[in-house]
């Protein structure tokens, strides 16, 4: 079960890199203790770069192909 960041762009740079630790400390954690009702989990980024609409509908339209992609998050609403 794979999940997606798309916070990893560079006019936000320092905090897609917190955002995107902190998914994978949590995606860490949870596979370690076996995963969710046995699934795991696996990080995968989708970036954004300047967050312009193009960019961001290109990155979601790429993982929203991905057949092992489950779920998407963001860091930013």
Request: aromatic share 6%; charged share 15%.
């Amino acid at each position: 079960m794979p999940c997606f960041n798309a916070d990893a762009q560079q006019s936000a740079t320092a905090d897609g890199q917190e955002f995107q630790r902190g998914v994978q400390m949590a995606i860490d954690e949870a596979n370690a203790a076996g995963g969710v009702a046995g699934n795991t989990f696996e990080l995968v980024v989708g970036d954004v770069k300047d967050q312009s609409a193009g960019n961001v509908t290109s990155a979601v339209e790429r993982l929203l192909g991905d057949p092992g992609v489950q779920f998407m998050l963001t860091g930013y609403g």
